[in-house]
């Protein structure tokens, strides 16, 4: 995916994560805010067709040795794509237990179950001040890790691939929700798409 950027279609209704994630917020989440990253990002990049034919993962690895007039944008729009395409992907209306394989054993290697690894990324996501994510990611050896971003920013130039993301933006949970991250996260719990993320898993290793 290079510009011009487009706003990839969610793989499920807006209500389609109802009750744990209520149709309104999914559809503003989705349709307002992504697509003003999607526009904010392909604005940035119009004037400088030497960059038309970058990916997004080469665009945000390569912040530094963007035109300085537009490293802000690509960095705070660009990561909000890549961010919520991942984020979104890893929600489904089925969800199924992760099953057994090279995730779940990773995960207790480090943590001892799944339900622990989910309360330290729940922990990090509560210590994010202001905007920003809480992520399980992987580096080139296969090692898992929690990680934590402020706005927008993304584990690319960490070297870490990611397994799984949770947004916790008070945009993600506002209007049901209205302070209540905690109530949020455990609500995304029900949700996870672990195929998705076994599946982002393997093809790092
Ligand atoms: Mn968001």
């Not at 990839?8 to 917020?25: C, H, Q, R, S, V």
């Not at 805010?33 to 392909?42: E, F």
């Not at 057994?100 to 179950?113: P, T, V």
């Not at 109530?183 to 993320?197: C, L, P, S, T």
Request: hydrophobic share 40%; glycine share 4%; no cysteine.
């Amino acid at each position: 995916m290079s510009y011009k950027f487009e706003l990839k279609p969610l793989p499920y209704a807006y209500d389609a994560l109802e009750p744990f994630i209520d149709a309104k917020t999914m559809e503003i989440h989705h349709s307002k805010h992504l697509q003003a990253y999607v526009d904010n990002l392909n604005a940035a990049l119009e004037k400088y067709p030497e960059l038309h034919s970058w990916s997004l993962e080469k665009l945000l690895k390569n912040l530094d040795q963007l035109p300085t007039d537009i490293q802000a944008a690509v960095r705070n729009n660009g990561g909000g794509v890549y961010n919520h395409d991942l984020f979104f992907s890893l929600m489904t209306p089925n969800p199924q237990p992760l099953k057994d394989g090279a995730l779940k054993s990773a995960i207790q290697a480090e943590w001892g179950s799944v339900d622990e690894l989910l309360a330290q990324m729940k922990a990090a996501g509560l210590s994010v001040f202001g905007s920003g994510w809480s992520w399980l990611v992987s580096d080139e050896s296969g090692k898992l890790s929690i990680f934590k971003t402020p706005n927008q920013d993304t584990p690319i130039p960490a070297n870490l691939n990611t397994v799984l993301n949770l947004d916790v933006w008070e945009h993600a949970y506002y209007l049901l929700r209205q302070n209540r991250r905690a109530e949020y996260i455990d609500a995304w719990m029900n949700v996870i798409n672990w195929q998705q993320a076994e599946e982002n898993y393997l093809a790092n290793l």
